[in-house]
């Protein structure tokens, strides 16, 4: 990453180096992570027992320091997942749920998030401590004279579509439109359209990115 000394009000200009394909950086990541294949492979294969497995595996590697945490998670992916892209960054504490998900090209998946069922596009940003989960029916409470854990419950699979940015600890469970930004500590409840701007519990748009106005 590297920084610009232009102040902006208080805020320094950023470039995310992370997300550009060339430099000796990447070609040693490239380089570490086929080094890292005896390892790495026979987890993921292993992963196709169930998802108890995938998980388990997917748990240990989260805890792994970002070097050389950030290649063995992205290695171990690449085989596990239903799919997963180029130049994808899951950092410290990110954990799937499930190994049936499939993640899109430049992806950063920010430290301690959990992804249950959900597909992710290309270019999408998730922040720190965020959650996707299986929709919003997670568990029935429909009869009161037995516990609700006994009920059993119900998922979908949630969209993120390309080029969203989730802030930090959202709770996402319903479906996400290309280009959408949902707020830090947003919570969604239903889907939302394209180049929204949402915020809140739950979250509603304020504004579109086409339009400054707010809605």
Same mark, same amino acid.
């Given at each position: 990453?590297?920084?610009?000394?232009?102040?902006?009000?208080?805020?320094?200009?950023?470039?995310?180096?992370?997300? @550009? @394909?060339?430099?000796?950086?990447?070609?040693? @990541?490239?380089?570490?992570?086929?080094?890292?294949?005896?390892?790495?492979?026979?987890?993921?294969?292993?992963?196709?027992?169930?998802?108890?497995?995938?998980?388990?595996?997917?748990?240990?590697?989260?805890?792994?320091?970002?070097?050389?945490?950030?290649?063995?998670?992205?290695?171990?992916?690449?085989?596990?997942?239903?799919?997963?892209?180029?130049?994808?960054?899951?950092?410290?504490?990110?954990?799937?749920?499930?190994?049936?998900?499939?993640? #899109?090209?430049?992806?950063?998946?920010?430290?301690?998030?959990?992804?249950?069922?959900?597909?992710?596009?290309?270019?999408?940003?998730?922040?720190?401590?965020?959650?996707?989960?299986? #929709?919003?029916?997670?568990?029935?409470?429909?009869?009161?004279?037995?516990?609700?854990?006994?009920?059993?419950?119900?998922?979908?699979?949630?969209?993120?579509?390309?080029?969203?940015?989730?802030?930090?600890?959202?709770?996402?469970?319903?479906?996400?439109?290309?280009?959408?930004?949902?707020?830090?500590?947003?919570?969604?409840?239903?889907?939302?359209?394209?180049?929204?701007?949402?915020? #809140?519990?739950?979250?509603?748009?304020?504004?579109?990115?086409?339009?400054?106005?707010?809605?």
């Amino acid at each position: 990453m590297s920084r610009e000394e232009v102040q902006q009000g208080g805020y320094t200009d950023v470039e995310y180096l992370q997300f @550009q @394909q060339g430099g000796w950086v990447k070609v040693l @990541q490239r380089v570490l992570g086929v080094l890292s294949w005896p390892v790495i492979w026979p987890m993921a294969m292993l992963s196709r027992l169930s998802d108890i497995v995938f998980r388990s595996f997917s748990e240990l590697l989260s805890v792994v320091p970002y070097f050389p945490g950030v290649i063995l998670r992205y290695e171990f992916y690449r085989f596990a997942l239903r799919r997963c892209g180029k130049n994808c960054l899951f950092e410290f504490g990110a954990v799937f749920i499930y190994s049936d998900v499939e993640v #899109g090209d430049n992806v950063l998946v920010g430290r301690f998030s959990i992804i249950h069922h959900c597909n992710i596009g290309n270019d999408v940003l998730i922040g720190e401590r965020c959650t996707f989960l299986s #929709g919003m029916k997670q568990h029935k409470f429909d009869r009161a004279d037995i516990p609700m854990n006994l009920q059993g419950g119900a998922k979908k699979r949630i969209v993120i579509s390309d080029d969203c940015w989730i802030g930090s600890q959202s709770v996402v469970m319903d479906d996400l439109a290309t280009g959408c930004i949902i707020g830090a500590g947003s919570v969604v409840t239903k889907a939302i359209p394209g180049n929204s701007i949402a915020v #809140g519990n739950p979250a509603k748009v304020v504004r579109s990115r086409l339009n400054s106005s707010e809605t």
